[in-house]
């Protein structure tokens, strides 16, 4: 984000979302307690396109793997790419679903200092397997078998869906510019 308010592709309004979008947009800035939920004021303009996308997002969000597992790996990506928007969004949700604030602070710092002390060895495959998936775009033999030791193959695939939709994600804010929901 360059710190304008408005980014490359100005929020779309009732026009450029049509209804159903516009809607949906309403509601989600009702849901974050925002004026404005740009995510879906931008790309909803793509509409049929959007249904899509926020239908594979709502699914991996509520998918195999446990809610504190998919903030977990969420939360380790948004750090990664250094993205802002995702970060303010999901440090929230992992507060509902069992990530405290101590807690985040060490997924942010994994594998520094006594963070990694912090966590289960599942919740540590799932980090070291995030770092290497989003830095390096596979996860190696060694850290797949860790991982495997936890997950089942549904769970495995899932693992790499939502990494790979997360950080596509933040890519995509990255190059649209897009503003903040809460600017501090």
Request: net charge neutral; glycine share 8%; hydrophobic share 45%.
């Amino acid at each position: 984000m360059t710190g304008t308010e408005v980014g490359r592709i100005p929020s779309g309004g009732f026009r450029e979302l049509g209804p159903i979008n516009w809607v949906l947009a309403k509601l989600g800035a009702r849901t974050v307690r925002a004026p404005e939920f740009h995510l879906f004021t931008i790309l909803g303009q793509r509409q049929l396109l959007f249904w899509a996308w926020a239908f594979y997002g709502a699914r991996l969000l509520r998918g195999r793997l446990p809610a504190i597992d998919t903030e977990l790996v969420i939360l380790r990506v948004a750090h990664l790419r250094a993205c802002e928007y995702e970060l303010q969004h999901h440090r929230r949700i992992a507060r509902k679903r069992g990530l405290d604030a101590d807690m985040q602070a060490a997924i942010f710092a994994y594998p520094d200092g006594d963070a990694a002390d912090r966590f289960s060895a599942r919740q540590r495959a799932l980090l070291a397997a995030t770092d290497e998936f989003v830095k390096d775009r596979t996860v190696s033999d060694g850290t797949w078998q860790q991982l495997a030791s936890h997950l089942d193959r549904r769970q495995l695939i899932e693992f790499c869906l939502l990494a790979s939709q997360y950080d596509g994600l933040a890519a995509t804010m990255a190059a649209l510019d897009i503003p903040l929901d809460h600017p501090e």
